[in-house]
């Protein structure tokens, strides 16, 4: 699991130690910088094929400000630089670097573009956080608080366009690296032979039959890619909550309670057991993304 957590992490890195310092750590090995590589570029043709389709004039008629379209082309500028970066520390490590793949994106507007690229980012925040407890060495773990500011940026700033509160839960969602990959791959048509083989392996689906945002204990179904055992979990995670609740089929879905601690982007999964410990063994379909609507804030106006 180590390296599990610290591949995912890598998913998010950005320009801040030389590459050839980073691909000669003892702890940090060729296939984790490809993985990372494979995530970047999937990251950074995303925002390229946004930014060349459609114009400035487009967000703005779009109700987006000119402002927020400037923003985006910064967010382009870190991702290219990403990539650069990681291509620079494999080349320095001796290997090959992994090419871009071809993509599939379901985007047909800039609204769309900007709704995905909220999920994205927020899915690229999760996968650092679920490095962090691996990172042993203090001076490259200030490097990777640094990393995790200027992604939870990008989130933020997609987030705050399409009017959904970016401080909306106090803690970040950690998630693992076949999670996270379980996600990515689904925007990957095909990738070149030649890349390295990265090893990951994808969950089976699991998909929201509803739109968003959902509401804390409303109701919300799933269907899953495959046939759900009798007995099963929707293991719901959110910040530093894993909470599983045990759900119902009905007419071919799954069907549960949102529980009242999830709030923002949010994930979940069809688990075997409810022990709240999300490993590859008791995970049968997901993650499925959710956003939830926040509960009104509450706080203690009295200084301690």
Request: glycine content about 6%; overall charge negative.
């Given at each position: 699991m180590k390296l599990t957590y610290l591949m995912s992490g890598l998913m998010a890195a950005s320009t801040i130690a030389a590459p050839v310092d980073i691909a000669k750590r003892d702890d940090i090995d060729a296939d984790i910088l490809q993985y990372a590589l494979t995530l970047e570029h999937l990251e950074n043709a995303f925002y390229k094929k946004a930014l060349s389709t459609w114009s400035v004039d487009d967000f703005t008629n779009a109700n987006f400000s000119s402002d927020f379209y400037s923003q985006l082309k910064y967010i382009a500028h870190d991702e290219e630089a990403h990539v650069q970066y990681l291509e620079a520390g494999l080349k320095a490590a001796g290997a090959t670097p992994v090419e871009a793949c071809t993509y599939k994106f379901p985007m047909q507007s800039a609204e769309d573009f900007v709704s995905l690229a909220a999920t994205i980012e927020g899915v690229g925040v999760s996968a650092y956080l679920g490095a962090s407890p691996m990172v042993m060495s203090k001076q490259y773990l200030t490097a990777?608080?640094?990393?995790?500011?200027?992604?939870?940026?990008?989130?933020?700033?997609?987030?705050?366009?399409i009017g959904e509160v970016p401080m909306v839960n106090p803690l970040?969602?950690?998630?693992?690296?076949?999670?996270?990959?379980?996600?990515?791959?689904?925007?990957?048509?095909?990738?070149?032979?030649?890349?390295?083989?990265?090893?990951?392996?994808?969950?089976?689906?699991?998909?929201?039959?509803q739109g968003m945002p959902l509401a804390a204990n409303s109701t919300v179904t799933f269907v899953a890619d495959g046939d759900v055992p009798s007995s099963f979990y929707v293991t719901f995670v959110s910040g530093l909550d894993v909470l599983p609740v045990t759900?119902?089929?009905?007419?071919?879905?799954?069907?549960?309670?949102?529980?009242?601690?999830?709030?923002?982007?949010?994930?979940?999964?069809?688990?075997?057991?409810?022990?709240?410990?999300?490993?590859?063994?008791?995970?049968?379909?997901?993650?499925?993304?959710?956003?939830?609507?926040?509960?009104?804030?509450?706080?203690?106006?009295?200084?301690?």
């Open positions: 990777a608080a640094s990393i995790l500011v200027t992604e939870a940026l990008h989130q933020s700033a997609a987030r705050n366009a970040g969602t950690p998630m693992g690296l076949n999670a996270v990959y379980s996600i990515a791959s689904e925007f990957i048509a095909e990738c070149p032979s030649s890349n390295a083989k990265l090893p990951v392996t994808a969950y089976k689906g699991l998909n929201v039959t759900g119902d089929m009905e007419s071919g879905m799954i069907k549960v309670n949102v529980p009242e601690e999830i709030s923002g982007q949010s994930y979940a999964f069809i688990t075997s057991d409810n022990s709240s410990n999300l490993i590859d063994s008791n995970i049968l379909f997901g993650p499925a993304i959710l956003e939830v609507t926040p509960l009104s804030p509450t706080f203690n106006l009295t200084i301690m």
